[in-house]
């Protein structure tokens, strides 16, 4: 990139080494490994059901894969559950969209706060000055995330209303209000127009310019992926057929095979 | 809009007052027949509180359970022994105290939510209605080894003072309600209610923002069994006068799950109005019966009309307005609201044509 990068990429701040995830007799993933480093945007691709997903969602730890570790910030992490890994400084959204339907833009926003909110149900109950203090904190970080996302005359709104696109730039800034060093975004573009794809771009890699937030995201569209990220990881059937930057992975024998279908 | 004290906006503070002037200076000055605070007002209150907490585990939370009587029963049990046993305490320290038994028994009873979900999670909590009333009636310690199975609740005496009119009991009433009433405002637009909402609405993104499940849902069951507790101690109290395991049964419990969904799942208003409702349907029901009919309908086919038109709103509600009678009321103030200037527009625009 010929732009000077505010946030130099650095050394790895997530490891894949050697994952296998199967269900039952079905392997999702074989032998996985990959790395991704500090203030860079790494996207994961492969056509449907090459494991991506499930990729995630054992870094995540929503799956326990069977075999293999995962490293984040240097530390191996023998139980990875979705609640330490959000301690630890890694945040995600889902594939399938997973907001609070019933809550408005901004509380959706707020409950990503939730690992800086320190105070319990007591001290909120009788609404003590420190709860008072850590809610304004609060309230206005998640403000400065809705009018980074352009969304601040939907922020009352309840979420299950809003339109598909909406709603995933919402499950980013959700991400995002964690303040994470680390976001993995799941096909963030799925489903959306041309526009709305241009814009989600421009998000994804404003927040990694101006925040230094590490970017892993899954996606479908070749396109999009080749012009916005570091490098790619592409998996097929489960495992990594390529992995390197952009023009690498576009000149790789087994990733043209993988897309285009090969001649037998 | 911006919350002026508290987590209360100006609205909210209004509402507030009103309620207010309407339950201490309007209703004690213009209701003086007895039956009124006895049969209507004082149970309101209590169930009301008790709704509250059933919104806060269901409504808010997303768990579906069922012993909301179970709790109010080992809260009002555990009254009746502090007061006999550690007369120490107090009315008020009594009945905080009350309300963390039953919360431990929420604590206890709500472990299952971690595993189960659903309707299998409403029979699970069915065993807390049935073990606490069980308990109460397999050991006499708790009922204070009276063998007529019906124990005289004791006196409510406050700082010296007793409290024994019904007008003095409705107070007790109104204040408990009330204050309980505003702690749980907060929480519910707090972090605390966030994390319950965000629960119920996707447990799994919820995790993965660092909410933990256990705490949040053990969390929601204890504050709805400390509600219910005192609810039931209250109950107890001021309005049935007596203890016995009997009036806290499992049609208690649906009674409370009714209020709470006809009121209207997550909204605190919405425990008052499904009370109020369900309190009074019957009454006015009665008086039609009396008034119109002159008594040619039988007392018992009216209870039977009641239990229909109790199901048929039920399933009503549940297909045309899930948020129950609270979402319906806001519909109603928000068509009135834009109703009133596009007269006024209508009015002016008539005007400039003569």
Known sequence: ?264 | MKPVFMTYTKKDLINLAVCMVLSVLVIPTFITTEYWYTSILIPWLCLALATIGQQIVMGYTGQLALGAAGFMAAGAFAMFNLILRVPDLGFVGSLIVSGLIAAAFGILFGLPSLKVRGIYLMVATLASQFFIIWMIDKFGWFKNYDSSGIITAQDIVILGKPFTTPLAMYFVCLAVTTVLTLLAMNMARGSTGRNWMAVRDMDIAAESMGVSLLRTKVQAFAISAFYCGVAGALFAFCYLKSLEPVAFDIKLSFKILFMCILGGLGTINGAFIGAAFILLFPVLLNAIGNNVFHGAIDATIISSIEQVIFGGLMIIFMIYEPLGMAKLWENIKQKWKTKIPSSTNLKSSLGKKT
């Open chain 1, 1 to 264: 990139m010929a732009i000077e990068r505010k946030f130099k990429i650095g050394k790895p701040i997530l490891e894949v080494k050697n994952i296998s995830l199967s269900f039952g007799g079905v392997k999702a993933i074989t032998d996985t490994s990959f790395d991704v480093l500090e203030h860079e945007v790494r996207a994961i691709i492969g056509p449907n059901g090459a494991g991506k997903s499930s990729m995630l969602n054992c870094i995540n730890g929503i799956y326990k894969p069977q075999q293999g570790t995962v490293s984040f910030k240097g530390k191996e992490i023998p139980n990875i559950t979705p609640n330490l890994m959000a301690q630890m400084g890694l945040s995600r959204t889902f594939q399938n969209l997973a907001l609070f339907k019933r809550m408005s833009v901004l509380d959706n926003i707020l409950v990503g706060r939730k690992l800086h909110t320190k105070t319990n149900f007591l001290e909120v109950a009788f609404q003590l000055p420190k709860v008072k203090k850590e809610e304004k904190i609060n309230r206005e970080r998640s403000e400065e995330i809705i009018s980074f996302l352009e969304i601040e005359d939907i922020k009352d709104t309840p979420v299950g209303k809003l339109p598909y696109g909406l709603q995933k730039k919402v499950e980013l800034g959700r991400a995002l209000a964690t303040d994470s060093s680390v976001i993995l975004l799941d096909e963030p573009m799925a489903g959306m127009n041309v526009e709305e794809k241009r814009d989600m771009c421009r998000f994804i890699l404003k927040v990694n310019d101006e925040l230094g937030t590490t970017m892993v995201l899954i996606e479908h569209d070749m396109g999009v992926v080749m012009d916005i990220s570091d490098r790619v990881v592409v998996l097929d059937y489960g495992k990594v057929i390529g992995d390197g930057t952009p023009d690498e992975v576009r000149s790789n024998q087994k990733v043209i095979d993988a897309y285009l279908g090969v001649e037998h």
